[in-house]
């Protein structure tokens, strides 16, 4: 049934690739992936058992049916190449490399059909390279099919994993990315198919394990990832995955910021609007995330403001120098920074505690003192929620590392990692 699962799957992918295509607008590129899901759906289905077999009976020829899926995969690779064309703004004309590739692939096909008809294979047979490899003209059939195929697995390949790195959208991204792997992974599966068949025109009773693993893995795995990978952008919002992503991203966010979050609550609880969870509650139960992230924010700015009679600008100079030594330059400058002036006026809120000093430890600078007076160290921040939500975790990373470098600087004999000095 493992057989079936490659055409089943291309066939999904076409109609729901359809359904949500409008076909009356001149869209080259949406036509382009169109015809790649149609050509390997007609490939994936030919070569399946019973339409294998269907193919022979009806025509009288054996194997036919394994050059008809070839010639499919030719046209599948041929518009793969003409699809990320279009997406490339370089390209002036995409028709003009269209046509050259489209001469290119008729005249591989043409070899190809002589090599054919040339072997001698009388027998109808799946397991066409396993019975023949070692007739003469199978090898050199396999060789002409991978002039066209190798370097267009190789080109797709780079495309896509160029034009991924230049995507916004992450979905269109990783679908590039997963069109790359598996077209790689195509090239490798044709390669390896030709040493197998090298291995037996030479006569050789064993072939490598690892290449008979290859060529039993690489078939089921390849049009899986293609598949995926082209169809991405159009059954990714069907599944709601944008609505998962942007949960997911808000939660991560949510607990890069407790560690900050937590240093400033504990140095004064009056910024927190409810009592905080316990870090287990926190990771288990994250309703309300959107406003939950809202007042994280919010209380960090809250106890930081509080705190602004104890930011020490002397610190935060030192701290600006170092991590100018070692290269750190433009917002993650700023969030080093005030991280280290940061964790050192919480520092000084505790040992003001420790030493029971009421004035310092009580309020914490809370305003009732020099009101009015202006912070000694300026806010950094971004211009709107998002920015400021970026910033104030490249702020919370910082801190964690500038608390647990203070941490293990307490300890006897302690030597930091370079990474925490």
Not at 4 to 11: C, G, T
Not at 207 to 223: E, I
Request: with cysteine; hydrophobic share 55%.
């Amino acid at each position: 049934m493992g057989l079936y699962v490659p055409p089943l799957l291309a066939w999904i992918c076409l109609v729901f690739a359809l359904l949500k295509s409008d076909l009356r607008a001149r869209d080259p590129a949406r036509r382009a992936i169109l015809r790649v899901l149609l050509a390997l759906a007609l490939s994936f289905t030919v070569l399946a058992p019973a339409p294998y077999d269907a193919v022979a009976r009806f025509t009288g020829v054996p194997n036919l049916a394994r050059f008809l899926g070839h010639a499919a995969l030719l046209e599948a690779a041929l518009m793969g190449q003409v699809f990320l064309l279009y997406l490339d703004p370089a390209v002036d004309d995409p028709r003009a490399r269209f046509r050259r590739q489209g001469w290119w692939a008729a005249g591989v096909l043409a070899a190809m059909a002589l090599a054919f008809a040339l072997a001698d294979t009388p027998v109808n047979d799946r397991s066409f390279t396993g019975r023949y490899g070692g007739e003469l003209w199978v090898l050199e059939y396999w060789v002409i099919l991978g002039a066209y195929l190798v370097p267009a697995f190789h080109s797709m390949g780079r495309m896509a994993w160029r034009y991924s790195r230049l995507s916004g959208n992450v979905f269109v991204r990783v679908g590039l990315r997963l069109v790359a792997a598996g077209v790689i992974a195509a090239l490798v599966h044709h390669v390896n198919k030709a040493l197998l068949l090298a291995v037996d025109r030479l006569g050789y009773d064993r072939a490598p394990g690892v290449g008979r693993l290859l060529d039993a893995l690489l078939p089921l795995a390849v049009p899986v990832l293609i598949l995926l990978g082209a169809t991405m952008s159009a059954w990714a919002p069907f599944l709601r995955l944008p609505a998962l992503l942007e949960w997911l991203r808000r939660y991560r966010v949510y607990l890069v910021l407790r560690p900050l979050w937590r240093g400033l609550y504990r140095a004064n609880p009056q910024i927190a609007l409810v009592r905080p969870p316990h870090l287990l509650a926190d990771l288990l139960t994250p309703r309300d995330l959107g406003l939950r992230l809202y007042r994280r924010v919010i209380e960090i700015r809250d106890g930081r403001m509080i705190l602004r009679h104890r930011l020490d600008p002397d610190v935060a100079a030192a701290a600006r120098e170092r991590a100018v030594r070692v290269g750190v330059t433009g917002r993650m400058l700023d969030a080093v920074v005030e991280a280290a002036t940061l964790s050192a006026a919480l520092r000084a809120v505790g040992n003001a505690d420790a030493a029971g000093n009421a004035d310092a430890a009580g309020n914490a600078g809370d305003g009732e003192a020099r009101a009015g007076e202006p912070p000694s160290v300026a806010v950094p921040g971004g211009d709107d929620l998002a920015s400021d939500i970026a910033f104030l975790c490249d702020v919370a990373r910082a801190y964690r590392r500038s608390l647990w470098a203070w941490r293990l600087s307490r300890l006897p004999g302690a030597r930091l990692p370079r990474r925490l000095r």
